[in-house]
């Protein structure tokens, strides 16, 4: 019964559309099975206070612009879970809403991982007002909900520097090679505080993190890690320079 942790690196829309992320993403999605539900918390959801999406039937939302027709015209029709998101509620203190729904952090990565999409899928905020150590201590609120047949997930990127980034591709910066590799080394040591305290992680490390919205979906997943739990990388590349695609399964 007790499901995996998992963080996807979710880069670009784009990936939705298909490419060796998504092959990976589908990967994980049938080594996994079919959990009861994924509770998911997305770079592109912030709120004043933790918020859960609490529809039976959420909307896919196309949080984005200037991208291809067939992007636009993609729907994950996953059904919500209110059950959860009360649970959810209950454990974080969480406002459950109608105001939101799946946001391309989410579908993205899960039209991929379950593909036919009847695993409910139900999204917790990232709350504005807490610094990185307040929403690791918040995640691990979380954590009996792995026992209870639902994968916990974080979609965002280690490094994320849309400024940097190379239109026509190219070699990883050094910084962003620097940091995704001190995050990986902290995850496989198990070192929380390291983590939490990202900024110490590596030389450059802002450059690496500009704002903290993708990074911090990440604290989600390293918080669910018991003692025992395996830990393995997926998607482990840097796109245009400055992109990390990495992502991570604990359990």
Same mark, same amino acid.
Request: hydrophobic content about 45%; proline content about 7%; overall charge negative.
């Given at each position: 019964?007790?499901?995996?942790?998992?963080?996807?690196?979710? !880069?670009?829309?784009?990936?939705?559309?298909?490419?060796?992320?998504?092959?990976?993403?589908?990967?994980?999605?049938?080594?996994? @099975?079919?959990?009861?539900?994924?509770?998911?918390?997305?770079?592109?959801?912030?709120?004043?206070?933790?918020?859960?999406?609490?529809?039976?039937?959420?909307?896919?939302?196309?949080?984005?612009? !200037?991208?291809?027709?067939?992007?636009?015209?993609?729907?994950?029709? +996953? $059904?919500?879970?209110?059950?959860?998101?009360?649970?959810?509620?209950?454990?974080? !203190?969480?406002? $459950?809403?109608?105001?939101?729904?799946?946001?391309?952090?989410?579908?993205?990565?899960?039209?991929?991982?379950? $593909?036919?999409?009847?695993?409910?899928?139900?999204?917790?905020?990232?709350?504005?007002?807490?610094?990185?150590? @307040?929403?690791?201590?918040?995640?691990?609120?979380?954590?009996?909900?792995?026992?209870?047949?639902?994968?916990?997930? !974080?979609?965002?990127?280690?490094?994320?520097?849309?400024?940097?980034?190379?239109?026509?591709?190219?070699?990883?910066?050094?910084?962003?090679? @620097?940091?995704?590799?001190?995050?990986?080394?902290?995850?496989?040591?198990?070192?929380?505080?390291?983590?939490? *305290?990202?900024?110490?992680?590596?030389?450059? +490390?802002?450059?690496?993190? $500009?704002? *903290?919205?993708?990074?911090?979906?990440?604290?989600?997943?390293?918080?669910?890690?018991?003692?025992?739990?395996?830990?393995?990388?997926?998607?482990?590349?840097?796109?245009? @320079?400055?992109?990390?695609?990495?992502?991570?399964?604990?359990?």
């Amino acid at each position: 019964m007790r499901q995996p942790a998992i963080f996807f690196g979710h !880069g670009s829309p784009m990936n939705a559309l298909g490419g060796p992320h998504a092959a990976a993403w589908r990967e994980i999605g049938q080594a996994v @099975g079919r959990p009861e539900a994924v509770l998911m918390v997305s770079a592109h959801w912030e709120t004043d206070g933790p918020a859960v999406t609490a529809q039976a039937k959420p909307e896919t939302i196309h949080d984005f612009g !200037g991208f291809p027709d067939a992007l636009y015209a993609i729907r994950y029709p +996953a $059904p919500g879970s209110p059950a959860l998101a009360a649970r959810v509620s209950d454990l974080t !203190g969480a406002v $459950p809403t109608g105001q939101w729904g799946l946001d391309h952090g989410t579908w993205s990565v899960l039209a991929h991982a379950w $593909p036919a999409a009847d695993v409910p899928v139900v999204q917790l905020s990232l709350d504005r007002r807490l610094d990185a150590r @307040g929403h690791f201590e918040l995640a691990r609120r979380l954590a009996p909900l792995r026992d209870e047949g639902v994968v916990i997930a !974080g979609s965002g990127d280690f490094v994320h520097n849309l400024r940097a980034w190379k239109r026509a591709g190219g070699d990883a910066y050094p910084w962003a090679t @620097g940091f995704n590799e001190a995050v990986k080394a902290a995850l496989l040591r198990g070192d929380d505080e390291a983590l939490i *305290d990202w900024a110490g992680l590596a030389e450059e +490390a802002r450059m690496s993190v $500009p704002t *903290d919205e993708h990074y911090l979906p990440l604290l989600y997943v390293a918080a669910q890690r018991l003692p025992g739990d395996g830990i393995g990388f997926f998607n482990d590349v840097i796109e245009g @320079g400055s992109i990390s695609m990495t992502g991570v399964r604990i359990g």
